[in-house]
């Protein structure tokens, strides 16, 4: 069981550029989240997806977008990359629904973007 | 958007000795769900505790224990016998109920340091 997985690790971009952060889970879980974590903000909701079709926007959404592929991916994309998204991401899953409130949100081990 | 505030950036605590991790949360919702995550150095997030609003009980799991106050809303993280392992990140995390419970709120989060 793999959980969550997100590709890639790390990443450089230079300001302008644009790239996709990939995001799967393995969990059959119907919730997945994408965060952006900076130093003395703990973590910050960019888009979340409740379940399979939908998506939508959390706290940070400029800049980003998302797409729901499938059940088990979620990726963001940054289509024109600037200094101030460099970050570490990370994605989560739940398994969403109101029957699992109690539930936690399973993380990934996050991706390291720095935009020059 | 709820508010999550952890008013201690830094904490140092002597090994084997317990230590208070303070949150306090802004809602005016009575059906919540507050979590609390540890981040160590290796940047994955892995979770600790759960509370719900209508628990009784204050949550215990191992060492970690939550010291709930419902009229304070404040649900501050109690780790007993501190270990040098216990060195990390600490974050405070609420789920809101009604249309947004999907969403997860956290806090900007306590480091913590165990000395020897």
């Known amino acids: 069981n793999a959980g969550v997985t997100q590709t890639p690790k790390f990443q450089v971009l230079k300001t302008g550029q644009s790239m996709t952060l990939q995001c799967a889970q393995d969990m059959n879980h119907n919730s997945m989240y994408w965060y952006r974590q900076d130093p003395g903000m703990g973590l910050r909701l960019i888009y979340y997806?409740?379940?399979?079709?939908?998506?939508d926007k959390g706290e940070v959404p400029n800049g980003y977008n998302v797409s729901r592929l499938n059940k088990r991916e979620f990726s963001l994309r940054l289509e024109s990359a600037a200094p101030s998204q460099t970050s570490v991401y990370f994605c989560?899953?739940?398994?969403?629904?109101?029957?699992?409130?109690?539930?936690?949100?399973?993380f990934g081990p996050g991706t390291r973007l720095l935009v020059l | 958007a709820q508010k999550i505030t952890q008013t201690q950036p830094g904490m140092f605590v002597q090994e084997k000795e317990a230590v208070t991790l303070d949150c306090t949360y802004d809602t005016s919702d009575q059906s919540y769900g507050l979590f609390w995550y540890k981040q160590p150095s290796s940047g994955e997030m892995i979770f600790l505790i759960y509370q719900g609003s209508y628990d009784e009980q204050n949550a215990t799991e191992g060492r970690y224990s939550l010291n709930f106050q419902k009229a304070r809303k404040s649900a501050n993280l109690v780790i007993s016998a501190s270990q040098l392992g216990d060195s990390a990140m600490y974050f405070c995390a609420m789920r809101p109920p009604g249309d947004n419970f999907n969403k997860f709120y956290f806090g900007s989060g306590t480091k913590l340091n165990v000395k020897p």
């Open positions: 989560a899953s739940n398994p969403g629904g109101r029957a699992f409130l109690t539930e936690t949100q399973y």
């Open positions: 997806s409740a379940s399979e079709g939908t998506t």
